[in-house]
Each structure stands twice: as structure tokens, then as C-alpha cells.
């Protein structure tokens, strides 16, 4: 068991992150409660409360913007640490739900904000991660938020892959991106989600020329589909479904879990 653990599970939009990020989280809640468990939305579409039964209330971009606007008011301005402040609001933000935290990046309103939450993100993250045995974090699609380095922290990395060329480029250029922006990632996996079986080797084959290993794969399974399609948070799936025993095995391999 590898401790502290920081992974984010990252790939093209639409590869199942928010499912994996999901069903990871109910492996590791089904065998331990001990780890202090940090959960991060850091998609801006926020769709991981959902699958979690979560209310979010607040994500770290609506606090962002109500501070900007009370800090623009100079009776406000006056007289407290803008940096102490707004960290109070950030701590606020997160929802204690039964054997970890969340918290949702969400979005800031308007030009150049977006920036500035991950600024304040990546601040606050680093500041928040030493709180935490495990933190989970379910990114954007794509590979924009590494040469934004909010994936700074990671030490573990998890890339989603459907069997299609773009899941694998999206693959190869998140790897070439860590490569260039300098982050040092420690174990850099992928997961191949909804792969026939007869194509589950070439991911083998592929990774292996890559540099990635295979954590392994999460099988198309209806229960999800009817989840997503119900409203039911996935974290409910019964332990015994496909997709929660698949879960587990990458779970163990990843060394989340023993
Ligand atoms: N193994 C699976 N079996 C059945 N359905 C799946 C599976 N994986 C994902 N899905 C479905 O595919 C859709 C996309 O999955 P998901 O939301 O997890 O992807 P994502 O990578 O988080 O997407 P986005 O880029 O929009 O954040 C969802 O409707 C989900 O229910
Ligand atoms: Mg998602």
C-alpha cells in the first residue's frame, strides 16, 4: 500500500474518468475507512457529485467569483489577509461525506478566470493534500489541466482508454505533455475501458511501447448504463456487478487498495 496516494484519472472526453474515479472510490470504501480520503472534482462540469449521490452546493469557482466581487469592494478590501480569507472560504467548500471529503473545482464566470481557480486550485491543493493518505482526482477531458499542472501533486497517474485511436493519441500526447512540463508522476497507468476481449492484448502491446503498464480493463456493463440513465449514484453498483469487481482488480493493481 503505497501512502501518500494522489492519483488523477484523465483521458478523452467522454473514456469513463468520472465512472473509474467513481467506482475506485467505492472499492476503497468498501474495505477502509481508516485513510484520510480526499475526493476532487476537477472537471469544470462537475459531474461527479452525481455519480457519488453528493449535493454540492458550492465548487471552488463560485467561491472564487464571490471573493473577487467582495474584494473589488474596498469597504471590504480593508482590513484582512485576502489569501487567509479566501482559504477559509475554500475549507467551507468541502463536503464531509461518510469516509471522505469532496470538493468540486467547478468553474469561474467570465474571461481570465479560469486561470486564477487553478491558480488558487493548485495553491490550495498542495496546501489541503497534506491533510490526506488518498486523494482521487477526476480531471477534464483532454490534456489541458497538465500543462496547467494541476495534476502538480500526482504520483500516480491514470489514463483512460476506449478502444479507439483518439482514446490511445490522447493517451501518448498526455504522456509526451508530462514529459515536457516536467511533472514527475511516479506510475503513469491506463485503463482500457469497454475493450472487446480480443483486443485487450493490443493495449498490452501498445502501452508497453508507450511506457505506460495497464492497470486493466472495466467492462462494458448495463448496470452502469441504467445508473447514468436512473439518476443512481454509481457508488451504490452491488460489489458483486462486473464493473465494481473490475474496479477492484485495478484498484489492488494500482495499489490502492491491498
Ligand atoms: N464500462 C462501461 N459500461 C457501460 N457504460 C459506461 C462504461 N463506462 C462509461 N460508461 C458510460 O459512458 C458515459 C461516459 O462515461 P463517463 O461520464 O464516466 O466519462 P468521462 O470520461 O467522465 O466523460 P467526460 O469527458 O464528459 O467527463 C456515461 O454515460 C457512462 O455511464
Ligand atoms: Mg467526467
Known amino acids: 500500500m503505497k501512502r501518500p496516494f494522489i492519483a ?3 483521458g478523452k472526453g467522454g473514456s469513463g474518468k468520472t465512472t473509474l474515479t467513481a467506482l475506485l472510490l467505492k472499492t476503497l470504501m468498501e474495505v477502509n475507512y481508516r485513510d484520510r480520503t480526499l475526493i476532487v472534482d476537477a472537471d469544470p462540469a462537475t459531474n461527479l457529485p452525481e455519480a457519488l449521490g453528493l449535493t454540492l452546493h458550492r465548487t471552488i469557482g463560485d467561491i472564487v467569483e464571490e471573493f473577487r466581487h467582495k474584494v473589488d469592494d474596498p469597504r471590504v478590501a ?3 489577509r485576502k489569501d487567509i480569507y479566501l482559504e477559509g472560504l475554500i475549507y467551507e467548500a468541502i463536503i464531509e461525506a461518510k469516509g471522505y471529503d469532496f470538493i468540486a473545482m467547478g468553474r469561474g464566470e467570465g474571461e481570465g478566470c479560469y486561470c ?3 491558480a488558487v486550485l493548485t ?10 493518505d488518498v486523494i482521487l ?4 477531458a483532454g490534456l489541458e489541466h497538465i500543462s496547467r499542472r494541476t495534476d502538480r501533486h500526482v504520483n ?4 483512460v482508454v476506449d478502444p479507439s485511436i483518439m482514446g490511445l493519441k490522447t493517451a501518448e500526447r498526455i504522456k509526451e505533455v508530462v514529459k515536457e512540463v516536467g ?12 475493450f472487446p476481449k480480443n483486443v485487450e492484448e493490443k493495449l498490452y502491446n501498445w502501452a508497453s511501447s508507450i511506457g505506460y503498464e495497464v492497470a486493466g480493463f472495466l467492462p462494458e456493463d448495463p448496470l452502469i448504463q441504467e445508473y447514468s440513465v436512473f439518476g443512481k449514484p454509481l457508488i451504490q453498483m452491488p460489489s458483486d456487478s462486473s464493473a465494481v469487481k473490475a474496479a477492484r482488480a485495478i484498484a ?3 495499489k490502492l487498495i491491498d
Open 8 to 10: 488523477s484519472i484523465s
Open 78 to 80: 480593508a482590513g484582512y
Open 116 to 118: 486564477y481557480v487553478n
Open 123 to 132: 495553491r490550495v491543493l498542495s496546501k489541503l493534500s497534506r491533510n490526506y
Open 137 to 140: 482526482m477526476d480531471m477534464e
Open 156 to 159: 500516480t497517474m491514470i489514463v
Open 183 to 194: 511533472i514527475e508522476v511516479e506510475e503513469m497507468y491506463v485503463v482500457g475501458n469497454r
Open 252 to 254: 489492488k493493481k494500482i
